[in-house]
Structures are given as structure tokens and as C-alpha cells.
């Protein structure tokens, strides 16, 4: 995203503070995507609403991650990919299943695959 700026929840559209602060509070610190999604209010809610609709499937905490590291690692995002695979590492997700998706190779588990 070139030429987007990297706001903080002080610095944000008025719109998109409170959002940011929840998820400052949440984690400790703001991500940089979710910095600069803010500069769009639509592009940032859009985002927060899939991670909303992830969270609330049928999914466990480890299968939701490996989804985005397979999302993120086919998409060869740099900044997704490391950051997905550490939530990931915070789960129940056996390292080798981890390592395996990163890699782009099928899973043997047919609910994780």
C-alpha cells in the first residue's frame, strides 16, 4: 500500500479511533496494516468485519490461523506471513503443520487440509 500513511489511533479518521484503540488495547500495540487501512474508514471496517465474521465460525483458534497463513504465504506477503505464523505458534497447531502450509505443501490432517 505505496503512499498510504501509517496513522495511530491519535492521528486517525475520527471514525476509525475508537476501533484502533480497541485493538491497541487488545494486543498491546497497533499492526502497521491496520495503521495504514485507516487512511480508507471503509477499507479498515471491511477488514475488521471478516476478521469479526472469522472469528465467529466453526473454526478453532488454530484452524483460523492456519487459513491466514495460507492466505498470507500464497499471496507471498512478507508482513502477513511471519505475523499469522506467530498467532499460529500460540495455538494447539502442531509446529510441522505450520511449517508445512508455510511451505505450500498439502496437509495430511483432511480437516486441517
Keep these: 500500500m505505496h503512499g498510504f500513511r501509517i496513522h495511530t489511533s491519535a492521528s486517525a479518521p475520527a471514525e476509525v479511533r475508537p476501533l484502533l484503540k480497541e485493538v491497541e488495547a487488545a494486543?498491546?500495540?497497533?499492526?502497521?496494516?491496520?495503521?495504514?487501512?485507516?487512511?480508507?474508514?471503509?477499507?479498515?471496517n471491511a477488514?475488521?468485519?471478516?476478521?469479526?465474521?472469522?472469528?465467529s465460525s466453526s473454526l478453532s483458534a488454530a484452524e483460523r490461523e492456519l487459513v491466514l497463513v495460507a492466505a498470507?504465504?500464497?499471496n507471498d506477503c512478507?508482513?502477513?506471513?511471519?505475523?499469522?505464523?506467530?498467532?499460529?505458534?500460540?495455538?494447539?497447531?502442531?509446529?510441522?503443520?505450520?511449517?508445512?502450509?508455510?511451505?505450500?505443501r498439502r496437509v495430511d490432517e483432511a480437516r486441517l487440509e
Excluded: M
Design 27 to 44: 494486543r498491546g500495540f497497533l499492526p502497521n496494516l491496520l495503521g495504514q487501512l485507516a487512511e480508507s474508514p471503509a477499507a479498515l
Design 72 to 74: 498470507a504465504a500464497e
Design 78 to 104: 512478507h508482513y502477513c506471513t511471519p505475523a499469522h505464523s506467530w498467532a499460529a505458534s500460540q495455538t494447539d497447531l502442531p509446529a510441522d503443520v505450520l511449517h508445512t502450509v508455510r511451505a505450500g
Design 47 to 55: 477488514y475488521a468485519g471478516i476478521a469479526v465474521a472469522l472469528r
